[in-house]
């Protein structure tokens, strides 16, 4: 299997847009393909994310769609959606042909465009990435799974509500460094505690935003980015499933797909939770951040919490846990969210991420969770 790397990459800023999902894409992608000095005929394959598109714009085979907006319609293109974690598993599946020999230079990413509804329809749309016959008739949408999550690992271990607010303002910290970042501001601890509870134990600030926006890597083989400036290589990357069914879960404390595939992406890389240097993981509610933590081997299960309140997962930090903002400031364009994720440690792992730099940040890892916790993905990046 040949090596593969990172060689370029682009985001936009994320927030609301009047622009439509692919040219959201299609902003990102140039961006992406400016930084890797390469032109748009170079791509062999392109890899995209995409959602929630047929419910809010009306539009499904998002993938060519994509590839003509960017000006490239006679490319293979192949859509994924595996709810949050869609260009996440466009990225490992890119990885895989180019490790194959197939292609030399694919072009991945993802985008959403979901601000141009309304609020409810949006919590609808997400909803149908939960059972329709057995939970979607009960009215379960995302706050009301992850609020069963949190009490779960309350009860279990005793973590509190204001170790799940240090969360939510450690990423509001770090995503007002981020020009990107959707929400540019910080909060303290008294106005989560004090937000509206959506639900219970998850309040208004313990909560990501809906968000528009795009994002896009340029991947290469080896023999392709040793020309390049920066390759950052790509050192393992896993999928795990697990059960779709909240009632077919052992314990909602733990999400044994993360465990899985951090476990396998691991063992691919030769490395451990001590050589991690820096993470973007999956932050869709401030428990989903704790719970990550500890099913990735940072912390001991039950220890999240307290590691987020004492400052740990903060920038200068033991371990520095979403530096662009997370989900939860930088936003959560759910197609674009894995790509974005990628980019950002990307930008890391090179010294290139400014005000939010991580120290002597040499490697580098990415967590999305899909839906309920029942798809994963993990991936380890690194330098030479």
Same mark, same amino acid.
């Given at each position: 299997?040949?090596?593969?790397?990172?060689?370029?990459?682009?985001?936009?800023?994320?927030?609301?847009?009047?622009?439509?999902?692919?040219?959201?894409?299609?902003?990102?992608?140039?961006?992406?393909?400016?930084?890797?000095?390469?032109?748009?005929?170079?791509?062999?394959?392109?890899?995209?994310?995409?959602?929630?598109?047929?419910?809010?714009?009306?539009?499904?085979?998002?993938?060519?769609?994509?590839?003509?907006?960017?000006?490239?319609?006679?490319?293979?293109?192949?859509?994924?959606?595996?709810?949050?974690?869609?260009?996440?598993?466009?990225? +490992?599946?890119?990885?895989?042909?180019?490790?194959?020999?197939?292609?030399?230079?694919?072009?991945?990413?993802?985008?959403?465009?979901?601000?141009?509804?309304?609020?409810?329809?949006?919590?609808?749309?997400?909803?149908?990435?939960?059972?329709?016959?057995?939970?979607?008739? *009960? =009215?379960?949408?995302?706050?009301?799974?992850?609020?069963?999550?949190?009490?779960?690992?309350? /009860?279990?271990?005793?973590?509190?509500?204001?170790?799940?607010?240090?969360?939510?303002?450690?990423?509001?910290?770090?995503?007002?460094?981020?020009?990107?970042?959707?929400?540019?501001?910080?909060?303290?601890?008294?106005?989560?505690?004090?937000?509206?509870?959506?639900?219970?134990?998850?309040?208004?600030?313990?909560?990501?935003?809906?968000?528009?926006?795009?994002?896009?890597? #340029?991947? $290469?083989?080896?023999?392709?980015?040793?020309?390049?400036?920066?390759?950052?290589?790509?050192?393992?990357?896993?999928?795990?499933?697990?059960?779709?069914?909240? &009632?077919?879960? +052992?314990?909602?404390?733990?999400?044994?797909?993360?465990? +899985?595939?951090?476990?396998?992406?691991?063992?691919?890389? &030769?490395? =451990?939770? +001590?050589?991690?240097?820096? #993470?973007?993981?999956?932050?869709?509610?401030?428990?989903?951040?704790?719970?990550?933590? /500890?099913?990735?081997?940072?912390?001991?299960?039950?220890?999240?919490?307290?590691?987020?309140? $004492?400052?740990?997962?903060?920038?200068?930090?033991?371990?520095?846990?979403?530096?662009?903002?997370? *989900?939860?400031?930088?936003?959560?364009?759910?197609?674009?969210?894995?790509?974005?994720?990628?980019?950002?440690? #990307?930008?890391?792992?090179?010294?290139? $991420?400014?005000?939010?730099?991580?120290?002597?940040?040499?490697?580098?890892?990415?967590?999305?969770?899909?839906?309920?916790?029942?798809?994963?993905?993990?991936?380890?990046?690194?330098?030479?």
């Amino acid at each position: 299997m040949r090596r593969v790397a990172v060689i370029g990459v682009g985001v936009t800023k994320f927030g609301l847009h009047d622009r439509t999902s692919a040219e959201l894409f299609a902003e990102a992608a140039q961006d992406a393909l400016t930084d890797a000095a390469i032109p748009a005929t170079a791509i062999q394959a392109l890899y995209y994310g995409n959602v929630v598109g047929g419910e809010t714009e009306h539009q499904l085979h998002t993938g060519p769609q994509a590839a003509s907006v960017l000006g490239i319609p006679s490319v293979p293109t192949t859509r994924f959606e595996t709810a949050c974690a869609s260009s996440h598993a466009a990225f +490992r599946h890119a990885v895989m042909e180019i490790a194959a020999g197939v292609s030399d230079v694919v072009l991945v990413g993802g985008a959403e465009r979901v601000l141009n509804v309304s609020t409810a329809e949006s919590t609808e749309y997400f909803a149908y990435a939960s059972d329709a016959v057995w939970e979607q008739p *009960l =009215g379960l949408t995302f706050p009301g799974v992850f609020a069963l999550i949190a009490r779960a690992h309350m /009860e279990k271990y005793g973590t509190t509500e204001a170790q799940m607010a240090a969360v939510a303002v450690k990423n509001h910290r770090h995503g007002a460094l981020n020009p990107k970042a959707q929400f540019q501001k910080q909060i303290t601890i008294d106005q989560v505690l004090r937000s509206a509870y959506v639900a219970d134990p998850l309040k208004l600030f313990d909560c990501c935003p809906f968000s528009d926006g795009g994002a896009a890597l #340029v991947l $290469a083989s080896e023999e392709v980015a040793r020309r390049h400036r920066k390759p950052v290589w790509v050192l393992g990357s896993a999928a795990a499933s697990d059960w779709m069914l909240l &009632g077919d879960k +052992r314990d909602l404390s733990r999400v044994p797909a993360t465990e +899985r595939a951090a476990a396998a992406a691991y063992r691919q890389s &030769g490395l =451990g939770p +001590r050589d991690v240097d820096v #993470v973007e993981l999956h932050d869709c509610f401030t428990i989903a951040e704790i719970v990550a933590t /500890e099913g990735l081997g940072l912390f001991e299960p039950g220890a999240g919490g307290r590691a987020a309140e $004492a400052g740990r997962t903060s920038l200068g930090g033991e371990i520095p846990v979403n530096p662009s903002g997370g *989900l939860k400031a930088k936003g959560h364009p759910i197609g674009a969210t894995g790509a974005a994720q990628i980019a950002e440690i #990307v930008t890391q792992i090179r010294g290139e $991420a400014g005000p939010r730099q991580v120290d002597g940040a040499k490697t580098g890892l990415t967590h999305t969770l899909g839906g309920n916790t029942a798809t994963v993905l993990v991936s380890l990046f690194g330098r030479d």
